[in-house]
Protein backbone atom coordinates (compact mmCIF):
# COMPACT_ATOMS: atom_id res chain seq x y z
CA UNK A 1 0.00 0.00 0.00
CA UNK A 2 1.21 3.57 -0.96
CA UNK A 3 1.88 5.52 2.01
CA UNK A 4 0.18 8.29 0.59
CA UNK A 5 -2.97 5.49 1.57
CA UNK A 6 -1.77 5.32 4.79
CA UNK A 7 -2.01 8.68 5.50
CA UNK A 8 -5.35 9.46 4.04
CA UNK A 9 -6.86 6.34 6.29
CA UNK A 10 -5.26 8.56 8.79
CA UNK A 11 -7.01 11.46 8.47
CA UNK A 12 -10.32 9.68 7.56
CA UNK A 13 -10.59 8.59 11.05
CA UNK A 14 -9.22 12.14 12.02
CA UNK A 15 -12.00 14.18 10.07
CA UNK A 16 -14.82 11.41 11.00
CA UNK A 17 -14.12 11.80 14.75
CA UNK A 18 -14.10 15.69 14.59
CA UNK A 19 -17.50 15.05 12.64
CA UNK A 20 -18.91 13.25 15.25
CA UNK A 21 -19.52 9.97 13.76
CA UNK A 22 -16.36 7.72 15.22
CA UNK A 23 -17.80 4.70 16.92
CA UNK A 24 -21.49 5.45 16.05
CA UNK A 25 -21.96 6.62 20.41
CA UNK A 26 -20.33 7.77 23.58
CA UNK A 27 -21.26 6.20 26.23
CA UNK A 28 -17.95 4.72 26.84
CA UNK A 29 -18.52 1.11 26.01
CA UNK A 30 -17.50 -0.54 23.17
CA UNK A 31 -20.35 -2.76 22.72
CA UNK A 32 -20.00 -5.68 25.12
CA UNK A 33 -22.09 -3.65 27.52
CA UNK A 34 -18.93 -3.45 30.28
CA UNK A 35 -17.75 -0.13 30.57
CA UNK A 36 -14.56 0.74 28.48
CA UNK A 37 -11.16 0.93 29.85
CA UNK A 38 -7.97 1.45 27.73
CA UNK A 39 -7.01 -2.04 28.43
CA UNK A 40 -10.25 -3.71 27.26
CA UNK A 41 -9.73 -1.38 24.09
CA UNK A 42 -6.38 -2.46 23.24
CA UNK A 43 -7.65 -6.21 24.20
CA UNK A 44 -9.98 -6.44 21.65
CA UNK A 45 -8.21 -3.94 19.04
CA UNK A 46 -5.44 -6.76 19.26
CA UNK A 47 -7.71 -9.40 18.91
CA UNK A 48 -9.56 -7.49 15.56
CA UNK A 49 -6.11 -6.77 14.24
CA UNK A 50 -4.78 -10.70 14.96
CA UNK A 51 -7.60 -11.76 12.62
CA UNK A 52 -5.93 -9.69 9.47
CA UNK A 53 -4.62 -11.96 6.76
CA UNK A 54 -0.88 -12.92 7.62
CA UNK A 55 1.65 -10.50 5.83
CA UNK A 56 -1.49 -7.80 5.86
CA UNK A 57 -0.30 -4.46 4.94
CA UNK A 58 -0.58 -1.72 7.38
CA UNK A 59 -3.53 0.01 6.55
CA UNK A 60 -5.51 -3.54 6.13
CA UNK A 61 -4.22 -3.95 9.79
CA UNK A 62 -5.51 -0.76 11.03
CA UNK A 63 -9.15 -1.76 9.19
CA UNK A 64 -9.34 -4.83 10.64
CA UNK A 65 -8.54 -3.44 14.13
CA UNK A 66 -10.82 -0.51 13.56
CA UNK A 67 -13.65 -2.35 12.63
CA UNK A 68 -14.34 -5.67 14.49
CA UNK A 69 -17.41 -7.69 14.42
CA UNK A 70 -19.75 -5.17 16.57
CA UNK A 71 -21.17 -7.02 19.33
CA UNK A 72 -24.15 -6.47 21.16
CA UNK A 73 -24.87 -5.23 24.72
CA UNK A 74 -26.75 -6.89 26.80
CA UNK A 75 -28.17 -3.81 28.92
CA UNK A 76 -29.69 -2.50 25.60
CA UNK A 77 -32.57 -4.28 24.96
CA UNK A 78 -32.94 -5.19 21.08
CA UNK A 79 -28.81 -4.45 20.32
CA UNK A 80 -28.47 -7.61 18.50
CA UNK A 81 -31.29 -7.01 15.74
CA UNK A 82 -30.07 -3.38 15.35
CA UNK A 83 -26.45 -4.70 14.53
CA UNK A 84 -28.20 -7.61 12.47
CA UNK A 85 -30.41 -5.13 10.77
CA UNK A 86 -27.65 -2.39 10.08
CA UNK A 87 -25.22 -5.43 8.51
CA UNK A 88 -28.35 -6.30 6.27
CA UNK A 89 -29.06 -2.64 5.45
CA UNK A 90 -25.64 -1.93 4.39
CA UNK A 91 -24.74 -5.88 2.58
CA UNK A 92 -23.94 -5.47 -1.12
CA UNK A 93 -24.06 -1.75 -1.30
CA UNK A 94 -21.62 0.55 -2.10
CA UNK A 95 -21.26 3.52 0.53
CA UNK A 96 -23.23 6.10 -1.91
CA UNK A 97 -25.90 3.47 -2.15
CA UNK A 98 -26.40 3.28 1.36
CA UNK A 99 -26.28 6.95 1.40
CA UNK A 100 -29.00 7.53 -1.62
CA UNK A 101 -31.16 4.96 0.06
CA UNK A 102 -31.28 6.03 3.71
CA UNK A 103 -30.74 10.03 2.81
CA UNK A 104 -34.36 11.21 3.12
CA UNK A 105 -35.18 9.48 5.69
CA UNK A 106 -32.29 10.58 7.77
CA UNK A 107 -31.45 13.54 9.88
CA UNK A 108 -28.47 14.86 9.79
CA UNK A 109 -26.56 17.53 11.48
CA UNK A 110 -25.29 20.45 9.09
CA UNK A 111 -21.53 19.48 9.64
CA UNK A 112 -22.29 16.00 9.09
CA UNK A 113 -24.19 16.93 5.60
CA UNK A 114 -21.67 19.01 4.74
CA UNK A 115 -19.50 15.93 5.11
CA UNK A 116 -21.81 13.65 3.37
CA UNK A 117 -21.78 15.72 0.26
CA UNK A 118 -18.45 14.96 -0.51
CA UNK A 119 -19.19 11.03 -0.88
CA UNK A 120 -19.90 11.07 -4.50
CA UNK A 121 -16.27 12.74 -5.18
CA UNK A 122 -14.94 10.06 -2.80
CA UNK A 123 -16.44 7.14 -4.32
CA UNK A 124 -14.55 8.39 -8.06
CA UNK A 125 -11.40 9.21 -6.57
CA UNK A 126 -9.66 5.77 -7.18
CA UNK A 127 -6.05 7.67 -6.54
CA UNK A 128 -6.90 8.18 -2.94
CA UNK A 129 -9.14 4.32 -2.19
CA UNK A 130 -11.48 6.79 -0.11
CA UNK A 131 -13.37 3.77 0.36
CA UNK A 132 -12.72 4.13 4.40
CA UNK A 133 -13.53 7.08 4.72
CA UNK A 134 -17.21 6.49 2.14
CA UNK A 135 -17.99 3.42 4.14
CA UNK A 136 -18.14 5.34 7.56
CA UNK A 137 -20.16 8.49 5.91
CA UNK A 138 -22.79 6.38 4.69
CA UNK A 139 -23.05 4.37 7.52
CA UNK A 140 -23.56 7.72 9.26
CA UNK A 141 -26.48 8.31 7.13
CA UNK A 142 -28.21 5.15 8.51
CA UNK A 143 -27.54 5.81 11.85
CA UNK A 144 -29.07 9.03 11.74
CA UNK A 145 -32.40 7.19 10.87
CA UNK A 146 -32.45 4.97 13.17
CA UNK A 147 -34.28 5.28 16.97
CA UNK A 148 -31.52 6.67 19.58
CA UNK A 149 -31.14 3.98 21.88
CA UNK A 150 -29.85 1.65 19.02
CA UNK A 151 -28.86 3.79 16.37
CA UNK A 152 -25.14 3.18 17.35
CA UNK A 153 -25.34 -0.74 16.92
CA UNK A 154 -27.23 -0.32 13.53
CA UNK A 155 -24.50 2.08 12.52
CA UNK A 156 -21.89 -0.47 13.86
CA UNK A 157 -23.41 -3.42 11.89
CA UNK A 158 -23.77 -0.92 8.61
CA UNK A 159 -19.71 -0.35 8.92
CA UNK A 160 -19.16 -3.59 9.59
CA UNK A 161 -21.02 -5.22 6.66
CA UNK A 162 -18.95 -1.95 4.07
CA UNK A 163 -15.89 -3.13 5.87
CA UNK A 164 -15.67 -6.39 4.89
CA UNK A 165 -15.84 -4.98 1.49
CA UNK A 166 -12.94 -3.03 1.96
CA UNK A 167 -11.31 -5.87 3.50
CA UNK A 168 -11.58 -8.08 0.80
CA UNK A 169 -10.19 -5.65 -1.99
CA UNK A 170 -7.08 -5.19 -0.18
CA UNK A 171 -6.20 -8.39 1.25
CA UNK A 172 -6.47 -9.45 -2.95
CA UNK A 173 -4.63 -6.41 -4.01
Known sequence: MPRA???????AIV??????????????TRGSGEPATAGSFQQEEKRAEAEAPKGASPVLREI???FPPPRPDPAVKQSAEAIRAGERACRGK???EV?????DDSDLLESQEKAVAELPKLEESAATNAA?????LGALVYERTLPERVARFGYQGCVYSLSLVIKRQLASG
Open 15 to 28: LLAATGCGNGGDDH
Open 94 to 96: TPL
Open 99 to 103: KEEFI
Open 5 to 11: LAFFSFA
Open 132 to 136: FITGQ
Open 64 to 66: YRQ
